[in-house]
C-alpha cells in the first residue's frame, strides 16, 4: 500500500524559506515521478512543481526562481525548498506520486506566510 508523508510546513513571514519533506512507502518509486500540489481554501489544487525519474523537472510559473524539487530515490523521499516567500504561497502542500496513472496523496502539510 502506497503511503506518502509531509513534515516541514510552518508558519514563516514574507521573504522566508522552507523545506518541505515527503517520504514514500510501499514501493521503490525510483521509476514514479513526484510532485508537489498545493490548495488554498477555496481555491482548487494546482501544480507546484514535479520531477520525473529521470529527474527532469517542471514549475508553476509562479514559483520558478524560488522553489526547487528534488528527490533522494534511496530515501525515496522527494524534497521541495520554498524561498522567497510570499502571502500568496498560503496552502496546504501535497506529495503526490504517480503509479501505473493512478495519484497517490499525502495528508498535506500547512504553510502560511505572513506579511
Known amino acids: 500500500q502506497v503511503q506518502l508523508v509531509e513534515s516541514g510546513g510552518g508558519l514563516v513571514q514574507a521573504g522566508g524559506s522552507l523545506r518541505l519533506s515527503c517520504v514514500a512507502s510501499?514501493?521503490?518509486?525510483?521509476?514514479?515521478?513526484m510532485g508537489w500540489y498545493r490548495q488554498d481554501s477555496g481555491k482548487q489544487r494546482e501544480l507546484v512543481a514535479i520531477?520525473?525519474?529521470?529527474?527532469?523537472?517542471i514549475y508553476a510559473d509562479s514559483v520558478k526562481g524560488r522553489f526547487t524539487i528534488s528527490r533522494d530515490n534511496a530515501k525515496r523521499t522527494v524534497y521541495l525548498q520554498m524561498n522567497s516567500l510570499k502571502p500568496e504561497d498560503t496552502a496546504v502542500y501535497y506529495c503526490?506520486?504517480?503509479?501505473?496513472?493512478?495519484?497517490?496523496w499525502g495528508q498535506g502539510t500547512q504553510v502560511t506566510v505572513s506579511s
Open positions: 520531477i520525473s525519474a529521470a529527474g527532469v523537472t
Open positions: 503526490n506520486v504517480r503509479v501505473f496513472n493512478f495519484d497517490y
Open positions: 510501499g514501493g521503490t518509486f525510483s521509476g514514479n515521478r
